[in-house]
């Protein structure tokens, strides 16, 4: 029989194993901008918050802090750290008081990013850990406030070399099921794709929330926690055991973890702790079988590994969607993997910019060695660094999702009234900063490195900067520098803002490019307000750019003055068939339907597609949760109008309906012919409406595949004779179906939530229009348009993976395109010659990351793509021509810590095996490194 104490006699239901520990796991939760914009928070809360519990840990040895968000910490420092204060932070950091959880510059949504701005910010925040402190990467994830966890998320925190996880949202069955079996605490094995030992976490979730127990949060807003007295102590002790010690039952070892924290708890550190350490010693005076103690999150897991238990093993599946079982029935969170659509598509162009620039900077460091004529600017380095900390903030769980406060839609933040509510606005200001930045960056030294007269201030900017629009407006010719960031030769299409319509683009050999303009806007007729942005036409340039290269064109306008265009109008429709044809597909429909055949040369297969817009009703949706009421109703039954164009770059169509319109264009040229390119435009929604794009097909599946977070494909199993919200998931990058002869993906640069109403029908959520549902201090009230290109292929399964690798490297491995007028610039003869002679990479990979972190150090990075069941060999000597032996080390995946320097944890397991100690690393020999599908090799060359 348990042993039970006199006080514990008072506590009916309560018993305690012998041997229990109860790890009191001081620390805070620092949103990133939520209710308030991220300056806000640090000046009201944070800054106080740092040195209050740094004076309190230094005090007294047996306390204890875990600290996760880096962002705030590198603010402190910068702004507010006395050299006292970072000498005690070091010194407590050095005797393992105060340590790291997770480490990121940021808690990141797990739904939302793809795994490269994951592995970006996550690489962010562990770099500045050792720049400042030299200390290793942390070796517990901690993401407890996402809504929701992947299977990308918990693969790439393996890869990085955590050994655990602590998450906190499930959906409540699972939770229910959990407790119930001891199984609170888990082996996690990811990854289908990527099987092994190597590669899983123990992974721990909260039994009920990431904060303090009830009436334990002192010196939180509004909060009435009793003090602890010595007339209150015996009772306070009775309510913390009854919290508490019921804990014991939903976990298999004798620890419990309980988080003492709460959001931007500890502003009152002494308040928190003065508090705590008399209840802890009541505790621990009046009972011999529990000890209550002060645990960081590393040393909870130290416990739990001593206890020699084995674990239940989790494999291969996420926890999406999060639904919750609440009193007026099923709350689903999936509405935010829609949610300010506009931000999550910036977010990512802003992130492909920055990577793509940093690369620009590796090429240039590879290409001035070998030559040596120089060194990489530290300013250029440091500049881009600042940049990609502004772009990784939009990451964070309430950002990326689009859960903000956005004061001008009514928001006053709830009970946090002292700060800036401004929140979307401020993320927005952020990703223009980090824009800016990279752009001028990069530009001067385009600047300096391609025209003669480059110490005369010559920058290279956006094509669309207003310096840009005048040149051409006055008939002027500008030059156009576009650099490859990839590790192949990419054939695809550039877009240059033009506000005389037509124009040429030639190649600095003096050969023409493929060029082709259509107007955007549709002169003499009424149109959507979704055609009315942007306001100049465009014109399309194909271009073959050869990897880790800057190409140059040059850009003139072929229209006379007086004129102000000169192209082919599309054609307006009246009763009759169009078709859209190139080698790959042909299209074929009519006017006065929706519905279309499409013929694909890959499978030699016809197909039906009825392409509408869906309207949804939500009911207290709000920005989190998706709560419609269904079915659909169609937008519209027909298109209103139809026009279409022939050219020779691309043929298009475009169908309007309503404020909406959908334009699909098939390409003669470029590796974009291989897919069909869809251009949606989404008009104002009336209040309270979701809109969704719907593909109904005469294709048939069960199944619905999306992906995680980009990184490898995930099997949905749809209920859809259960309610449709809860079967309602995340697509990163992807959604389609499989036959046995057929792969439709629709491919998207930003998060969608997807649905599979019908076996033979997909839906894809692209705007909604919402007051609050989840918090009354967060709405959604979007009133701007939208526009959204995506890529459609109907692919054979044997090629479906390559299709992916494909539209991914179109979709997001987008190119840094700056120009100037030709006046400004004298040619050198380096804009006549590639930047660099670098063999491709082998096909099947993918260059993710190829940086300068120093003037003599490239961070490479390079992928399996998984498009070819084969390892990949990359012999890194012979691609990057380099004419001495290089010294190459594996790092792990945030590229901080040497492979050789990380020792994860075994975890026994109830299968009766252990998980691997390995660190994750790739096949290497020498300097020629094998890729299994999927792998990611991460490489520091000296």
Request: net charge negative; charged share 15%; with cysteine.
């Amino acid at each position: 029989m348990m042993a039970v104490t006199p006080l514990l006699a008072l506590i009916a239901g309560v018993s305690i194993s012998n041997g229990l520990t109860i790890h009191i796991v001081p620390h805070t939760h620092l949103d990133v901008g939520w209710l308030e914009t991220f300056d806000s928070y640090y000046y009201l809360n944070v800054s106080r918050i740092i040195p209050g519990v740094i004076d309190e840990l230094s005090r007294d040895s047996q306390k204890r802090f875990s600290w996760a968000e880096v962002s705030y910490l590198k603010k402190w420092v910068d702004e507010d750290a006395t050299s006292e204060q970072l000498d005690k932070l070091t010194k407590l950091i050095a005797t393992k008081q105060w340590t790291f959880v997770d480490g990121g510059y940021v808690q990141h949504d797990q739904a939302c990013p793809t795994f490269t701005q994951i592995i970006k910010q996550m690489s962010d925040g562990h770099n500045y850990l050792r720049q400042q402190f030299s200390v290793p990467p942390p070796t517990i994830g901690w993401s407890i406030d996402p809504f929701g966890s992947s299977t990308a998320n918990a693969e790439l925190y393996a890869m990085m070399g955590f050994s655990g996880l602590v998450i906190n949202r499930i959906p409540d069955a699972e939770m229910r099921v959990a407790k119930a079996n001891r199984s609170l605490e888990f082996a996690w094995y990811p990854s289908a794709q990527l099987t092994g030992g190597r590669n899983a976490l123990l992974t721990h979730v909260f039994d009920s929330y990431f904060c303090s127990p009830g009436n334990f949060t002192w010196g939180m807003e509004g909060d009435k926690s009793p003090l602890v007295t010595n007339a209150t102590v015996e009772a306070r002790a009775k309510a913390l055991l009854a919290e508490v010690v019921p804990r014991q039952d939903w976990y298999r070892t004798p620890n419990v973890l309980v988080p003492w924290g709460c959001d931007f708890m500890y502003q009152n550190a002494s308040l928190v702790f003065g508090n705590t350490d008399p209840l802890l010693d009541y505790i621990n005076s009046k009972h011999e079988n529990v000890i209550f103690r002060y645990s960081t999150v590393d040393e909870y897991f130290q416990a739990i590994h001593a206890a020699d238990t084995p674990f239940p093993v989790r494999h291969y599946k996420d926890f999406f969607p999060l639904a919750y079982n609440k009193t007026n029935g099923l709350q689903v969170w999936s509405g935010y993997y829609t949610s300010r659509p506009t931000l999550k598509q910036l977010s990512r162009q802003v992130d492909s910019l920055v990577q793509g620039s940093q690369t620009y900077f590796g090429a240039m460091l590879l290409q001035s060695a070998r030559e040596g004529s120089g060194n990489v600017p530290a300013t250029a380095i440091s500049a881009l660094e600042a940049a990609s900390l502004k772009s990784d903030v939009i990451l964070h769980h309430d950002a990326i999702p689009g859960t903000m406060c956005v004061a001008k839609e009514g928001c006053t933040g709830g009970g946090q009234t002292g700060g800036d509510h401004a929140v979307l606005e401020d993320y927005y200001r952020l990703l223009n900063e980090a824009t800016a930045a990279a752009e001028a960056t990069v530009g001067q030294v385009m600047g300096n490195q391609l025209c003669s007269n480059g110490d005369e201030s010559v920058t290279f900017v956006n094509p669309s900067d207003a310096i840009i629009k005048k040149a051409l407006q006055r008939r002027q010719s500008v030059n156009v520098a576009i650099f490859n960031p990839n590790g192949q030769t990419l054939n695809t299409v550039i877009s240059i803002p033009s506000p005389v319509t037509a124009t040429t683009a030639t190649y600095s050999n003096n050969t023409m490019a493929l060029a082709q303009s259509v107007p955007l806007q549709l002169y003499g007729t009424a149109i959507p307000r979704s055609l009315g942005f942007p306001v100049n036409d465009v014109t399309h340039v194909a271009v073959s750019l050869p990897p880790l290269t800057t190409t140059t064109l040059t850009v003139s306008s072929t229209v006379p003055f007086g004129q102000h265009r000169q192209v082919t109008e599309p054609t307006l429709l009246t009763p009759s068939k169009y078709t859209l044809s190139n080698k790959y597909y042909t299209i074929q429909g009519t006017n006065v339907s929706s519905v279309m055949t499409i013929t694909a040369a890959a499978t030699g297969k016809t197909h039906t597609l009825n392409l509408t817009y869906q309207l949804y009703q939500g009911i207290g949706d709000g920005a989190y949760l998706f709560n419609v009421t269904g079915p659909s109703r169609v937008a519209c039954a027909q298109p209103d109008k139809v026009w279409v164009f022939h050219g020779a770059l691309f043929d298009r169509v475009t169908m309007t309906c309503g404020e909406h319109h959908t334009s699909l264009e098939l390409y003669h040229a470029t590796d974009l012919e291989q897919f069909i390119q869809l251009r949606l435009g989404v008009g104002v929604l009336d209040h309270g409406m979701e809109l969704a794009l719907q593909l109904e097909t005469d294709l048939f599946s069960d199944t619905l595949v999306t992906d995680s977070n980009g990184f490898e494909p995930m099997f949905r199993h749809p209920n859809r004779s259960g309610t449709l919200k809860a079967s309602s998931y995340p697509s990163t990058s992807y959604v389609g179906v499989d036959t046995d002869d057929t792969s439709l993906r629709l491919f998207s640069s930003q998060t969608h939530t997807v649905m599979s109403p019908a076996s033979n029908t997909i839906q894809v959520l692209l705007s909604r229009r919402l007051d609050a549902g989840l918090s009354s201090t967060v709405v959604h009230r979007d009133v701007d348009t939208l526009q959204q290109t995506l890529l459609l292929a109907f692919a054979s399964p044997d090629n479906v993976v390559r299709s992916v690798a494909k539209a991914r490297q179109l979709l997001e491995s987008r190119l840094v395109v700056l120009a100037t007028p030709t006046s400004a610039c004298t040619p050198r003869s380096t804009m006549t010659k590639p930047q660099s002679d670098i063999v491709p990479f082998p096909e099947g990979t993918q260059l993710l990351s190829f940086s300068a972190i120093d003037d003599s150090h490239l961070l490479v990075r390079l992928r399996h793509t998984g498009a070819d069941p084969a390892p990949i060999k990359v012999d890194l000597q012979s691609f990057l021509k380099w004419p001495h032996p290089l010294e190459v080390n594996q790092t792990t995946l945030t590229g901080v810590a040497a492979v050789a320097d990380v020792t994860r944890v075994a975890w026994k397991t109830t299968e009766g095996s252990s998980t691997s100690t390995d660190t994750y690393q790739v096949g290497q020999d020498g300097n020629v490194f094998t890729l299994q599908p999927y792998d990611i090799g991460t490489l520091l060359v000296h």
